[in-house]
């Protein structure tokens, strides 16, 4: 199971190569959208209680993510400083993971309805572009703003660093799907799709064998009334 689930998501990250390889061969593949889920008790503390979505992107041999439930403190007027469009907003970036954060590494995620330029389509309505120019276009739209996330850094493994991580059971997958990576409550996405992903058993409360056959005293012979 854990050697399938990273072998799919190898697989995720080379879905743009083939489908250009094959596209005068067969229809396009429609790409599927892919969470990792942090483990319980994962114990690193820059992705503990984090969901990752997967980009079906490369950075060489590397496998591609953000974090889509981690506000930073960073507003993104002070990512773009120079847009007066944006001198009163309050949105925030969010921590798309610890690589190039310093140097504020930024992508944006966002729906759109028809395929933008300059994005590439993670699943669905869902886009994720790299572009400064495009991103600045966008957090510009104030019709934007729900279906829309700015990221600084990003999260990236190479595929035997993954595997290993996977193999030791601190990752999760679940399908993706696009409410969750735009909900007004990012504080408690994890805790939905953790239980999702890894459920526990549901404890239900049982009387005590020795009561079970007992008579129970009504409440008014305990009050003596």
Do not use: C
């Not at 990752?52 to 960073?74: D, F, H």
């Not at 330029?117 to 276009?137: C, H, P, S």
């Not at 729900?146 to 850094?153: A, C, P, Q, T």
């Not at 969750?180 to 239980?195: G, M, Q």
């Amino acid at each position: 199971m854990r050697a399938s689930l990273a072998s799919a998501i190898f697989v995720l990250a080379l879905i743009p190569a083939l489908a250009r390889t094959t596209a005068q061969e067969t229809p396009k593949a429609e790409p599927q959208g892919q969470f990792l889920v942090a483990s319980r008790d994962l114990p690193d503390p820059l992705f503990r209680d984090s969901v990752v979505l997967m980009l079906p992107i490369r950075e060489g041999t590397l496998l591609v993510g953000v974090i889509v439930n981690k506000p930073s403190k960073i507003k993104v007027r002070d990512v773009f400083p120079d847009s007066p469009t944006l001198k009163n907003s309050d949105a925030m970036a969010y921590f798309g993971g610890p690589v190039d954060f310093e140097v504020a590494a930024r992508s944006a995620i966002f729906r759109s309805k028809n395929p933008p330029k300059k994005a590439i389509q993670v699943f669905g309505d869902v886009y994720v572009t790299f572009d400064a120019g495009e991103i600045l276009a966008l957090v510009e739209d104030s019709q934007q703003a729900s279906n829309l996330r700015v990221f600084l850094g990003r999260s990236q493994w190479d595929p035997e660093q993954f595997e290993g991580e996977v193999a030791r059971g601190s990752w999760h997958n679940l399908p993706a799907t696009a409410d969750p990576i735009f909900s007004k409550f990012p504080e408690s996405l994890w805790r939905t799709l953790i239980d999702r992903a890894d459920p526990r058993p549901v404890v239900q409360s049982f009387a005590p064998s020795i009561l079970l056959g007992s008579t129970f005293a009504s409440s008014a012979e305990l009050t003596g009334l």
